[in-house]
């Protein structure tokens, strides 16, 4: 479904992934986790074509992806940002910024197709025509996950998705992702610093640091303790010593 | 009791004004403070972060802050004049916030702001206040202190301007430290560090600290004490080491809610939040 | 029914775009009201556009009808500002006067904002070597000080309100382009428009949609503090033959060819003096208000 193959990204004259590869099967939720500066969130974004400066083999269902993606690319692939609070334009209603994606994709029916969303990711009605000022964290995430969606995608990028919010709200988004993938069948890669959020999560996961894939190992794996790059293990131990 | 605690906060509220009225921010809050490490923990909006600043006075004049005492070491800080509450603030107490970046001057070497804040509040030349700066980046551990010394705050990395900025906190010899969130912008790897860097120092220098986070499980590794805030309010206080028997619904709420790692489960317990915890306590 | 009105504003869920929209706007009125100062310029500005609107309603004579006979009078019950040295109704001509004065202004800043924003956002959104050669072309007009290059363009054209319009535009345009583009600039790298990207959206539609109304509560603000240098620009050519020609009234011809009376009958130059300076302070008040309102970077 998703391909990734010796993936470089430069900033200027600064390579800050090198050589990443990795597939992603349909269906499956991928983990990307590091810390900052490790270059998961580059290695996202740049899937999403939002970086340029790249070179390496990318593709999404089986369509090989240039420096320049087309419309369909958008209308497949969509991303949830980090934080919800500077992903929602501050000008918009939410009704506004559902009915974006509907424009731009011609999708008719937009009213009902806007109700809907909002439904389904559990917003009150209320919420439609309210600005992003007046909505609390969880509910603006909620906002920017039916954004995510109202195009009808088959891969979700989600980048930080709970990582603003508090434990909670966390709760509640983590399900809703995990109840809105089952119910779509949706392709997931989700980057994250949390290994908790991750390995609730994601199936299979890639550890990056420094711009490198160093190990990718499986939730079992991560679980029984069996993975073997000292990176993973540091990370794997300071999981567990947080939750005491 | 044989001798005054160094906090005392009873009955504190805060208002903060809306076009409606007034939102009630902190909704009467009592606790003391000793010389130990307490930690203050809730979600956002709780109204932990302002409890912290309405002791430090450091609330926007348009806050109505009302208590039937608000203490530290026996100054009444509602009724203090304002130079002294300069004096405890950055003197008595010091304040290390979230983001080092926002908080460190972008265009003052790291040492020279050391050195300032410690001649703020001690009496020596600038050859002193350099040496007391270097010593007090040893004390951070900070490995290359010569180096950092004369480093700005962009060149150093995040953890080591939290390290920075303790050391900052650390000059005037402070009596407390309120650290509101000062992990939160870092790695899970430097965050255990920084909070080890606290506690130790808080208890090698006998300082009192409030330990404000969001983070239950993180605080309570740290702290000798936690309060749990919910929308304003106290909703249990307990010994940190019994945080697993916490009793209150809010407080096992937050514990079950978070992923783990050794015990994976479908789906997550969320939080119902009862209307019964906003009603007022007592 | 004021009450009804008032909660139908300011609910916190409101219940379509038009109630979303039009509560924004009366938050915003909310906050402008506050301060005393902006609420004066506004007044004041509105006041001037409708006395210049409502001139032939309100003009006592004919601004254009000389009477040699009755030059340079004080104000008196039929001459309510006097009268010029040809004779004419000084109240006449700063009524009609405001409507050339004001008007130059409004087109100037119609021609002027809408150029600046496209030229700006798109600079700033685009990038690369459309960024280089738009900005370069922006320094270009903004080397020269404005009332030169304006002086130059009216001396090569027929010198006219319509050659001064287009003058002042010209040197006009440049800074608020250099604005948009800062905006833009930052606003570029953010989420949300990374999110409008991901929708696969047109780069014009995200710049006309998504960047530039962002964009424009900055210019807003600024245009309405640069109202005041384009009134005096425009008093400036006036006063210097290049703008508007007689006969036709305008404030700053019309200070022009006074100037010569100035000590013994000081009022006749003064009064369209007062008109400028109200206006320019008027639009500057104005301008200080709406920057406390709607500039993000003070919230």
């Known amino acids: 479904m998703i391909e990734v193959q010796h993936l470089n990204v430069h900033f200027g004259h600064n390579q800050v992934v090198h050589e990443v590869s990795f597939q992603v099967a349909p269906g499956e939720t991928f983990g990307l986790v590091g810390e900052s500066g490790s270059g998961k969130s580059t290695v996202l974004r740049t899937i999403a074509g939002l970086v340029p400066g790249w070179d390496g083999g990318l593709a999404v269902n089986g369509k090989t992806l240039g420096p320049k993606r087309d419309r369909a690319f958008f209308k497949s692939v969509q991303m949830v940002f980090q934080d919800p609070y500077g992903s929602l334009h501050p000008r918009q209603t939410v009704d506004r910024i559902l009915a974006e994606p509907l424009a731009v994709h011609g999708i008719p029916d937009a009213e009902t197709r806007i109700t809907r969303a909002l439904e389904e990711v559990a917003l009150p009605r209320a919420a439609r025509f309210r600005y992003p000022h007046q909505l609390s964290g969880g509910q603006r995430q909620r906002v920017a996950i039916a954004r995510a969606l109202i195009a009808n995608p088959s891969v979700l990028l989600l980048d930080e998705p709970t990582s603003a919010l508090d434990v909670s709200v966390q709760a509640e988004v983590l399900n809703l992702l995990a109840d809105l993938r089952e119910a779509r069948q949706l392709t997931c890669i989700l980057v994250s610093h949390n290994l908790a959020v991750i390995g609730h999560l994601c199936g299979r996961l890639a550890v990056m640091q420094g711009g490198r894939i160093v190990e990718i190992v499986s939730q079992a794996q991560l679980r029984d303790g069996t993975a073997r790059h000292p990176h993973t293990r540091e990370l794997i131990a300071l999981s567990h010593e947080l939750e005491g | ?282 | 029914m004021a009450v009804v009105t008032r909660a139908w504003l300011l609910s916190d869920t409101p219940a379509s775009r038009a109630q979303a929209r039009w509560g924004r706007r009366y938050q915003l009125w909310l906050a402008f009201r506050r301060n005393p100062l902006a609420v004066a310029g506004l007044a004041i500005v509105l006041v001037m556009l409708a006395l210049a609107l409502a001139a032939p309603l309100l003009a006592t004579h004919d601004p254009g009808v000389q009477s040699l006979a009755d030059r340079l009078q004080p104000p008196s019950a039929a001459h309510w500002m006097g009268t010029d040295e040809l004779g004419r109704d000084t109240w006449s001509r700063m009524l009609y006067g405001g409507r050339v004065t004001l008007g130059m202004v409004v087109a100037v800043v119609v021609l002027v904002a809408p150029l600046g924003l496209i030229v700006g956002c798109v600079a700033g959104y685009v990038g690369g070597i459309t960024d280089k050669l738009l900005m370069r072309v922006t320094d270009v007009f903004l080397a020269f000080p404005r009332l030169i290059l304006a002086l130059a363009f009216v001396a090569a054209m027929k010198p006219g309100v319509e050659s001064a319009i287009i003058a002042i535009a010209l040197t006009a345009w440049p800074p608020y382009a250099r604005l948009a583009r800062a905006e833009t600039l930052t606003i570029r790298n953010t989420d949300y428009v990374a999110a409008v990207q991901m929708t696969g959206a047109s780069p014009w539609r995200i710049i006309c949609r998504h960047v530039a109304p962002m964009c424009l509560p900055s210019l807003t603000v600024r245009v309405t503090l640069d109202m005041s240098s384009i009134i005096l620009t425009a008093a400036g050519l006036g006063f210097l033959g290049l703008g508007a020609q007689p006969p036709i009234p305008e404030w700053g011809t019309m200070i022009a060819s006074a100037r010569r009376f100035i000590l013994e009958q000081w009022w006749v130059p003064v009064i369209p003096g007062l008109a400028i300076f109200a206006a320019s302070l008027a639009f500057n008040l104005l301008g200080d208000g709406l920057r406390d309102v709607l500039d993000p970077k003070q919230r």
């Not at chain 2, 939102?23 to 912290?52: N, P, W, Y």
């Not at chain 2, 790291?110 to 040893?138: C, D, F």
């Open chain 2, 1 to 282: 009791m044989t001798e005054a605690p160094l906090v005392e906060i009873r009955k504190l509220r805060v208002d903060f004004p809306n076009p409606a009225g007034f939102t009630q921010a902190v909704r009467g809050i009592s606790f003391s403070l000793g010389r130990e490490k307490l930690g203050i923990v809730g979600e956002s909006g709780s109204g932990k972060s302002v409890t912290g600043r309405a002791l430090m006075r450091l609330l926007p004049g348009s806050a109505r802050v009302q208590a039937e005492a608000l203490r530290f070491d026996g100054i009444d800080v509602l009724a203090a004049s304002e130079r002294q509450m300069r004096r405890l603030r950055g003197g008595r107490i010091g304040l290390i916030m979230q983001d080092p970046k926002y908080s460190l001057n972008p265009v003052m070497t790291v040492g020279r702001q050391i050195a300032e804040a410690w001649l703020a509040h001690n009496k020596g030349g600038k050859r002193e206040a350099r040496e007391a700066a270097l010593s007090l980046l040893e004390q951070v551990r900070i490995r290359d202190p010569l180096r950092v010394l004369d480093s700005y705050p962009h060149e150093v990395s995040g953890g080591m301007g939290q390290r920075v900025m303790i050391a900052m906190m650390l000059a005037p010899n402070p009596d407390m430290l309120i650290a509101d969130e000062p992990t939160s912008a870092l790695d899970a790897s430097v965050q255990a560090e920084i909070l080890k860097l606290i506690e130790e120092l808080v208890s090698a220098r006998g300082m009192g600290l409030m330990l404000i986070s969001h983070d239950l499980p993180l605080v309570s590794r740290f702290c000798d004490r936690v309060v749990v805030m919910y929308a304003g309010q106290v909703m249990e206080e307990l010994p940190a080491r019994d945080l697993h028997r916490a009793r209150h619904a809010y407080t096992r709420g937050l514990l079950d809610c978070m992923p783990s790692l050794s015990v994976p489960r479908p789906r997550l317990p969320t939080l119902n939040r009862d209307p019964a915890w906003l009603e007022p306590k007592r």
